[in-house]
């Protein structure tokens, strides 16, 4: 069964540094989706992204963030300048049409 | 961002048991959709609601779209160990999905 992956489980950084999150999407799907959870909380809504280019977008994707899908499969996450909050998880997530999303197993990030 | 408001924010029942939980908003959506999160994963899909009103179910799961567009419900029948985990309801509109608060299950052998 098709499923969206994403890499690295766990990432570390610095405050300060750039990180780039990774996701490989379901590969018909055409509605590409990030979130992130921050421990015990509930998940928040960040991009989605369809066409090639931002659709909606929520109040925590600042300018400190951009997603790029450089190629036909992937997409990312960047974040510019990483800070103390920034450590969650984050989750990609992939849609075909206007159905269900089907998630990734996340990317825990954990900022120093 | 919108608020969704879960509830109970856990439940800690025996095996056999059914269980019930909802979401309200003060907004109206579109599609309603339930998920479970498992520990350290991600959320899996449980069932979608698309009109108002729709009651749709997945083997032991019963959800409902409310009347009002502002709420919905999820309930679980004959409740397995493997019921545990956080199951959060989740609103669409437009293309933004806003999750919410989470509720707690812990099923007891």
């Known amino acids: 069964e098709p499923e969206v992956t994403q890499t690295p489980s766990h990432q570390v950084t610095q405050m300060g540094q750039e990180v780039i999150l990774r996701c490989v999407p379901i590969?018909?799907?055409?509605?590409f989706y990030w979130y992130r959870q921050i421990l015990g909380q509930k998940v928040e809504f960040l991009v989605s992204?369809?066409?090639?280019?931002?659709?909606?977008k929520s109040e925590i994707f600042d300018d400190q963030f951009s997603v790029e899908r450089p190629d036909g499969s992937n997409f990312t996450l960047k974040i510019r300048s990483t800070k103390l909050e920034d450590s969650a998880m984050y989750f990609c997530?992939?849609?075909?049409?206007?159905?269900?999303?089907?998630f990734g197993p996340g990317t825990r990030l954990t900022v120093l | 961002g919108q608020q969704l408001n879960q509830s109970p924010q856990s439940m800690f029942i025996q095996e056999g048991e059914d269980v019930s939980m909802n979401c309200t908003s003060s907004?109206?959506?579109?599609?309603w959709l339930w998920y479970k999160q498992d520990p350290g994963e991600g959320p899996v899909l449980l069932i979608a609601l698309y009109k108002a009103g729709e009651l749709t179910s997945n083997g032991r799961l019963t959800a409902q779209f409310g009347i009002t567009r502002k709420d919905s419900f999820l309930n679980i029948s004959a409740s397995i160990p493997s019921d545990v985990g956080i199951y959060f309801c989740a609103g669409r509109i437009g293309n933004q999905f806003y999750f919410g608060t989470g509720t707690s299950l812990t099923v007891i052998p």
């Open positions: 997530a992939s849609q075909y049409s206007y159905n269900e999303q089907f």
């Open positions: 907004s109206i959506f579109n599609t």
């Open positions: 590969s018909n799907h055409l509605y």
């Open positions: 992204f369809y066409n090639n280019e931002i659709s909606e």
